[in-house]
């Protein structure tokens, strides 16, 4: 096991170590492992959406003139630099559940009575949600399938799920929300006889997609998470090109529509991947989306993703010499070429350390129920010390029972 002072030697030799100086950090007390829920926020966001303060102020509904192609032009830089997808395949918009719901809307159009939609019991539930409206308002089945809880859904689960008749749509995760598992996406999108949506909320940014060179036909994906764009932020939707003119969003909306200051027309749709915008776009959080993808560009995805093995590796190594002698269990897949930029650790008392940890050890996590505590490493600002501190205080806190002295009275959020 590595000593805190090989921990602040590799943080030296780091080539990524300076990016931690391009965010705010309030409290250099204060660990943060929750970048997997929210980023931190970049300190050019800040300066950017002050300059747009400046333009809404002073240019007024002009300023649309230079607004207007915001959600594509964010979606080609995203497309480039974390996507491994080509220009005009992705555009930002709308939340994560609107987009799905676009998404698997338009792709279950036409299916036939009764056929299936699979998704993973495990799966994050607004994913659930969609599919379980969807499936009730279209008289399709909703297919449930158990997959191994820390591992995820595998190539041979699909084929099991699969096998048994008419299955209009398949809808996972790269990255499991719960566990970190990350699915062999290329794999599971080959075998599928149905169209595969991929939800890339817990892997944009921090693995690379390799959406185009994987096959993948259709995704949707949030960046507030490791693209730190900012709490609310749109998300993005990918479809391949050669799809973009046969599925039409079920959502019709202004924005995609062709020559939309015509308004005395019918609904008409843009061609391309326009055509899957609804409303207005939100400007000051699509230049944040933007600082976001900038940064991971900057820094590389390989490079991200080189990095977020360490600290998590680092973080395994720790838990077993430290953590299981106490109880807690590692919820997340041993192999790292398995894993995302997060780690799950199991223990009975899961909740109340959780809590401990934020107000005693200055140390911010999160729960995720029944059991599970979640350790985010943003590769872009967490430092090889913060994940060895961090374990470091969870250890003695426990050892001395301090969980067992804070309000263990549930909140709405961790």
């Given at each position: 096991?590595?000593?805190?002072?090989?921990?602040q030697?590799?943080?030296g030799?780091?080539?990524?170590?300076a990016?931690?100086?391009r965010?705010?950090?309030?409290d250099?007390?204060?660990?943060?492992?929750?970048?997997?829920?929210?980023?931190?926020?970049?300190?050019?966001?800040?300066e950017?959406?002050?300059?747009?303060?400046?333009?809404?102020?002073?240019?007024?509904v002009?300023?649309?003139?230079?607004?207007?192609?915001?959600p594509?032009?964010?979606?080609?830089?995203?497309?480039?630099?974390?996507?491994?997808?080509?220009?005009g395949?992705?555009?930002?918009?709308?939340?994560?559940?609107v987009?799905?719901?676009?998404?698997?809307?338009?792709?279950?159009?036409?299916?036939?009575?009764?056929?299936?939609?699979?998704?993973?019991?495990?799966?994050?539930?607004?994913?659930?949600?969609?599919?379980?409206?969807?499936?009730?308002?279209?008289?399709?089945?909703?297919?449930?399938?158990?997959?191994?809880?820390?591992?995820?859904?595998?190539?041979?689960?699909?084929?099991?799920?699969?096998?048994?008749?008419?299955?209009?749509?398949?809808?996972?995760?790269?990255?499991?929300?719960?566990?970190?598992?990350?699915?062999?996406?290329?794999?599971?999108?080959?075998?599928?006889?149905?169209?595969?949506?991929?939800?890339?909320?817990?892997?944009?940014?921090?693995?690379?997609?390799?959406?185009?060179?994987?096959?993948?036909?259709?995704?949707?994906?949030?960046?507030?998470?490791?693209?730190?764009?900012?709490?609310?932020?749109?998300?993005?939707?990918?479809?391949?090109?050669?799809?973009?003119?046969?599925?039409?969003?079920?959502?019709?909306?202004?924005?995609?529509?062709?020559?939309?200051?015509?308004?005395?027309?019918?609904?008409?749709?843009?061609?391309?991947?326009?055509?899957?915008?609804?409303?207005?776009?939100?400007v000051?959080?699509?230049?944040?989306?933007?600082?976001?993808?900038?940064?991971?560009?900057e820094?590389?995805?390989?490079?991200?993703?080189?990095?977020?093995?360490?600290?998590?590796?680092?973080?395994?190594?720790?838990?077993?010499?430290?953590?299981?002698?106490?109880?807690?269990?590692?919820?997340s897949?041993?192999?790292?070429?398995?894993?995302?930029?997060?780690?799950?650790?199991?223990?009975?008392?899961?909740?109340?350390?959780?809590?401990?940890?934020?107000?005693?050890?200055?140390?911010?996590?999160?729960f995720?129920?029944?059991?599970?505590?979640?350790?985010?490493?943003p590769?872009?600002?967490?430092?090889?010390?913060?994940?060895?501190?961090?374990?470091?205080?969870?250890?003695?806190?426990?050892?001395?029972?301090?969980?067992?002295?804070?309000?263990?009275?549930?909140?709405?959020?961790?």
């Amino acid at each position: 096991m590595i000593s805190r002072e090989r921990a602040q030697h590799m943080d030296g030799s780091d080539p990524l170590f300076a990016f931690r100086d391009r965010f705010i950090i309030g409290d250099p007390d204060v660990i943060y492992l929750d970048g997997n829920s929210l980023g931190r926020l970049p300190k050019a966001t800040r300066e950017w959406l002050s300059v747009a303060l400046e333009h809404w102020g002073s240019r007024l509904v002009g300023g649309w003139h230079e607004w207007i192609e915001l959600p594509e032009r964010v979606g080609d830089a995203l497309a480039s630099a974390v996507l491994g997808a080509h220009p005009g395949e992705v555009i930002v918009s709308d939340s994560t559940t609107v987009n799905l719901y676009k998404l698997a809307g338009a792709l279950l159009e036409g299916a036939s009575a009764g056929a299936a939609i699979v998704t993973d019991r495990g799966n994050f539930p607004t994913d659930r949600y969609v599919l379980e409206g969807l499936a009730r308002a279209r008289g399709l089945e909703l297919r449930l399938i158990d997959t191994d809880a820390i591992e995820g859904p595998r190539p041979e689960d699909m084929t099991r799920a699969l096998a048994p008749g008419d299955v209009a749509l398949v809808c996972l995760s790269h990255v499991a929300y719960r566990s970190g598992a990350l699915a062999d996406m290329e794999t599971i999108t080959r075998r599928s006889a149905a169209p595969v949506i991929w939800d890339l909320s817990h892997s944009a940014g921090v693995v690379p997609a390799e959406l185009a060179r994987r096959g993948v036909e259709v995704a949707v994906g949030c960046t507030y998470k490791y693209l730190n764009a900012g709490p609310g932020a749109p998300a993005f939707l990918y479809v391949r090109h050669d799809l973009q003119e046969r599925l039409r969003t079920p959502i019709q909306g202004w924005f995609g529509q062709r020559d939309q200051f015509e308004m005395e027309r019918p609904y008409d749709p843009e061609p391309g991947i326009r055509s899957f915008l609804a409303g207005t776009p939100p400007v000051l959080d699509l230049m944040a989306v933007r600082v976001g993808v900038e940064l991971v560009a900057e820094a590389g995805i390989a490079s991200l993703r080189k990095k977020a093995i360490a600290l998590t590796e680092l973080m395994v190594e720790l838990h077993d010499e430290w953590l299981a002698p106490l109880g807690f269990e590692l919820a997340s897949p041993r192999d790292p070429a398995r894993r995302g930029a997060h780690v799950a650790l199991r223990h009975p008392e899961a909740w109340p350390i959780t809590r401990a940890l934020i107000e005693r050890a200055k140390v911010i996590p999160d729960f995720r129920g029944p059991d599970s505590i979640r350790f985010g490493v943003p590769p872009l600002y967490t430092r090889v010390v913060d994940v060895w501190d961090a374990l470091d205080r969870l250890r003695a806190l426990v050892e001395r029972g301090e969980h067992r002295e804070v309000d263990a009275a549930r909140t709405r959020v961790t």
